[in-house]
Structure formats: C-alpha cells, structure tokens
C-alpha cells in the first residue's frame, strides 16, 4: 500500500512564525503536491515537485515556498504564518514523471491554526 | 485550466436510498475526470476515474459515475448507501495534457439510519 505521512495532524501557530509542514512518501512516486483545503473552496494547488530539487508554483504560491532535497520528502515552508493561512494542508504523491491521469495518493492533513 | 462545479454542498440520504453527486466542468477537448472520497479525519482516496474508453466507470464499493461529453458532466450514482459511505465528495479534473488537477468545492453525503 502507498502511504503518504504528513508529519503532524495538528499545528497551532502564531502569527509571523515560521512553519514547516513535513511529507513523506514510501512508494518511489515521482510527482508530489501541496494543497490546502478550505470549506467550500475545495483543494487548491500551491505546489508541485516533479523531481529532486525541482518545483513549480500551484494556483496559490503566494506566502508558501517549497523544498525537495530527496525524493520522498517534500516540505512545505510558511516563511511568516499569517491568520489568513489557517487551513487543512494534504500532501498528495503520484508515479510516473509526466503525471497526467494518475491517481494521486494523499496523506491524511495537518490542520494548521495560525493565532 | 478547468472550472469544476458540484452542484449540491450537502446531501442527506437515508441508508438503503440512491444517490446522485452532480459535478460539471468547464468545456475542453479533452480531459480526464476523478472522484475522490475523504472519510472523517482522513486523506482523499481515489473512488474511480475515466480516462478514455467507456464512459461508464465503476467503483469496486458499487459507486458508478458517468461522462457525457456534451454536457460536460461527470455525476457519481449509487443505487442504495450504507451508513459507511457517510463521507465528502470530491470531482476532479485535469486536461489531457496537464498535470494539474482542479477540484470542485465538494459534496458532503450524510447516510442517516
């Protein structure tokens, strides 16, 4: 079974902190992705990395940024949390580089509160 | 990229009862379509997808959803739920040449006793 583990469920965090939300993937996938999720909003793409090192902003990239330094770990970095950024975060994995018609495999959220 | 509708934010139905997740897209040549499924406290899982072929696709838990090109529509049918598919629906869809998934605002199903 894929697992895709997000490192914690749930984040309290002042505003102006910097955070860092965790994903690590055990199958090899190529593709990882960040989302926030928001209600009646849906999932919105902040990111994606294809591969070691490279990334490409989602629909929403403003106040995150990214790093891929291995293969199954993709972190996501919240420079100076803001109130607006409270939110569920899913991390999600897919196989083959091109990523197109894939199933992308999520972890299960972190629900991050910024005070 | 692509603009996904869910029609109805809540459904409640009654155990044993059919029902019907609406979910349209904005108008593309070509274009793949999901549902996912998030139980309580958990992540998505994929319920079933189209890629091509078909346009009849079934779940392995008896949820069927169907493609009609021309109305661009992608709705999720069971004929009789159980308290367990208590859950929220996501459609989801990307074009044919691109990664990126959009995901509609999701359907909140409650299954009633």
């Known amino acids: 079974d894929v697992k895709v583990t997000q490192s914690s469920r749930y984040l309290v965090k002042r505003t102006g902190e910097k955070v860092f939300l965790e994903c690590v993937q055990d199958?090899?996938?190529?593709?990882m992705f960040w989302y926030r999720q928001d209600p009646g909003l849906g999932l919105r793409l902040i990111y994606f990395?294809?591969?070691?090192?490279?990334?490409e902003k989602g629909d929403i990239p403003e106040g995150y940024s990214v790093s891929r330094e291995k293969k199954e770990r993709f972190s996501l970095i919240l420079e100076s949390a803001s109130t607006n950024q409270t939110s569920m975060y899913l991390c999600?994995?897919?196989?083959?580089?091109?990523?197109?018609?894939?199933?992308?495999?999520f972890g299960p959220g972190t629900r991050l509160t910024v005070l | 990229a692509q603009s996904v509708t869910q029609l109805d934010s809540q459904v409640p139905v009654f155990e044993e009862a059919p029902v019907e997740l609406r979910c349209n897209y904005s108008?593309?040549?070509?274009?793949?379509l999901f549902w996912y499924v998030q139980y309580p406290n958990q992540g998505l899982q994929l319920l079933l997808k189209?890629?091509?072929?078909?346009?009849l696709v079934e779940s392995i838990n008896g949820f069927e959803a169907e493609f009609n090109k021309s109305q661009t529509s992608f709705h999720l049918r069971k004929p009789s739920v159980h308290i367990s598919d208590t859950a929220e629906y996501f459609c989801?869809?990307?074009?044919?040449?691109?990664?990126?998934?959009?995901f509609g605002a999701g359907t909140t199903v409650t299954v009633r006793a």
């Open positions: 999600a994995s897919s196989y083959r580089p091109s990523g197109i018609g894939d199933e992308q495999f």
């Open positions: 199958m090899d996938h190529e593709n």
């Open positions: 990395s294809y591969d070691v090192k490279m990334k």
């Open positions: 108008s593309s040549v070509s274009v793949y």
């Open positions: 189209y890629l091509s072929g078909s346009t």
């Open positions: 989801a869809v990307s074009d044919s040449n691109d990664y990126k998934l959009s």
